[in-house]
């Protein structure tokens, strides 16, 4: 046996005895120590007894604090640090985040993202309007799911590297006979993504969406391409595949379903996941128009449902509200996944195309001289305009656009081609759209094309804070960043701005060729176009001779 029994003493009941009554002056000190910190606090923000809800999707990840009255009103122009401690040590910032209580509205509402100290205990942040009452909440909600479409062979943005969960490679297509045609890309995951290849048709490809149609159109031949896809998987030594078959008309809504279910069934069988791409529902007078893609059982029959991107920039912001609540109404909010694009969308009558950002700002960007040749000479003065935002020719010029929430201009094409407007995708831009994900409890974020190609818009600037944070930013640019910079090589001339998309140039005395270059900015990136143009050298002409005077 190790020690031994122990007598039984007066003094061990005494002892006994004391060590209760110490125990109990303890407590008495510290419940006097708690309220007199708590009545005396002197920080900024001081525990509170409120018992308030956390926001639907997040946990406290610290208690909830009102601002001390004591310390009187912050002015607006004050920026106010502030130091809150976890509950628990956490390992990691992602998804941490400071949020006021509104009592008007009974909302928590997003103030910044919570900074993590090193020692993982305390969060920090800057308020510049102090909220009566705040906390520290993480995201739970099934959201951190950022998805990158990649072309095919094509390296990541870098922006995204470490951000990313999912990375779809534009790989495959389906062939008639059910078989899996092309070849799986090169990239490697590097453990910090899983690597999902996309199966795609859509109408860009002549002759795609009618294979599908046909495949899909009896038990058979749908079976065998099931048979074919999970082969492929299997080969391929994948975790989980994409389908991609856009386009589709809705006489297909059945059997694309039923296709769906039984690849689903099959591939879960083998641990495998199934995501899906469609094409975003429309709005069509008093309903949402799903077409041919059942969204409620596709949401039973895949693990994540992506919203392919929706082009019409103009009525976005009216009608996504309403596509994003009637889809989450059927399906798990956490299973829809959001698609934004890094391209500009150019409208005009009844077409929609995209470009890259930097195409659109070669538009934006072009100048034209508004003088004949033999006009211009020199130490004169001569008018140069931006040819798509003169607005001295009826145009808008680059500026924010509140109804649409992105950097746009519209112009005139050449020969009687009418009007078009072109909205760019950026820093800016994207932020609003991932409100939305916020708003209604989506899975997270996907992004159309993420691979790291420079004239593409910046939008992983945006993305990065609102993946580890899970709080979107909502700037608009400075409208002085928008307006045009006008600038004659060498300094030949003076030039100024006349604040309507055009400048007045005074030529140089000396004749000869000189380039003006127009610089402009999306709000994040500047883009220059130029013009030469021809100065030649003033003629004066002789004053005449007069005529000797008759009779002198």
């Given at each position: 046996?190790?020690g ?10 005494v ?34 007894d ?72 305390v ?95 009896n038990a ?73 893609y059942?969204?409620?059982e ?95 020719e009826?145009l808008?010029?680059?500026r ?27 820093f ?51 409208a ?37 270059s ?8 500047l ?11 003033k ?8 005529s ?5």
């Amino acid at each position: 046996m190790y020690g031994s029994p122990r007598r039984s003493t007066n003094y061990g009941r005494v002892a006994a005895l004391g060590l209760i009554a110490l125990g109990v002056v303890l407590i008495v000190f510290w419940l006097a120590g708690r309220m007199c910190n708590s009545s005396s606090c002197e920080d900024f923000y001081c525990p509170s007894d409120r018992n308030i809800a956390a926001l639907d999707g997040y946990e406290f990840a610290s208690r909830i604090f009102t601002y001390n009255k004591d310390k009187g009103a912050v002015s607006g122009n004050t920026n106010l640090g502030i130091t809150v401690k976890l509950s628990k040590p956490v390992s990691d910032g992602q998804s941490l985040t400071f949020f006021g209580y509104v009592d008007e509205t009974r909302t928590w509402e997003p103030i910044t993202p919570a900074v993590l100290e090193p020692q993982g205990k305390v969060v920090t942040a800057t308020f510049t309007s102090p909220p009566a009452i705040m906390a520290v909440m993480r995201r739970t909600a099934p959201g951190g799911n950022t998805v990158a479409y990649l072309p095919h062979n094509t390296p990541l943005a870098k922006g995204a590297a470490g951000h990313v969960s999912i990375v779809h490679t534009l790989d495959f297509k389906p062939l008639a006979d059910g078989t899996i045609d092309g070849d799986l890309s090169t990239l490697k995951t590097d453990g910090s993504f899983e690597l999902y290849p996309v199966i795609s048709a859509n109408n860009r490809n002549r002759g795609d969406v009618a294979i599908v149609e046909n495949i899909l159109s009896n038990a058979d031949s749908r079976s065998n391409h099931v048979n074919k896809i999970v082969q492929k998987v299997t080969e391929s030594n994948l975790k989980g595949i994409d389908i991609a078959y856009m386009d589709l008309t809705v006489t297909s809504r059945t059997s694309f379903t039923l296709f769906v279910g039984e690849l689903y069934d099959k591939l879960h069988a083998q641990s495998k996941q199934l995501t899906l791409t469609l094409p975003s529902p429309i709005k069509a007078q008093n309903r949402i128009d799903e077409g041919a893609y059942d969204w409620a059982e596709l949401g039973k029959r895949a693990d994540l449902l992506k919203i392919a991107p929706y082009r019409d920039q103009a009525t976005y912001r009216l009608t996504m509200p309403d596509i994003l609540a009637d889809l989450s109404a059927k399906v798990q909010p956490g299973k829809l996944i959001l698609t934004v694009s890094p391209y500009a969308t150019e409208t005009g009558g009844d077409t929609i195309s995209t470009m890259p950002l930097a195409a659109a700002m070669a538009i934006a960007t072009r100048v034209t001289v508004r003088a004949n040749a033999d006009e211009i000479v020199t130490s004169s003065l001569v008018k140069v305009a931006g040819t798509n935002i003169d607005r001295d020719e009826g145009l808008s010029g680059l500026r924010w656009s509140p109804e649409t929430a992105t950097v746009a201009f519209s112009y005139k094409q050449p020969q009687g081609g009418g009007s078009r407007t072109v909205y760019l995708e950026n820093f800016f831009s994207i932020g609003f759209k991932l409100e939305m994900i916020r708003t209604y409890h989506l899975g997270g974020v996907a992004v159309e094309d993420a691979s790291d190609d420079p004239f593409l818009g910046d939008i992983w600037s945006a993305l990065v804070p609102f993946v580890t944070s899970g709080t979107p930013i909502l700037f608009q640019p400075n409208a002085q960043d928008l307006a045009p910079k006008w600038k004659v090589g060498n300094n030949q001339g003076t030039i100024e701005d006349t604040g309507r998309g055009s400048a007045n140039w005074s030529t140089p005395a000396q004749p000869g060729s000189y380039t003006i270059s127009l610089t402009l900015s999306d709000g994040v990136a500047l883009f220059e176009n130029s013009v030469d143009v021809s100065v030649k050298a003033k003629t004066v002409s002789a004053s005449p001779t007069p005529s000797p005077t008759a009779g002198r």
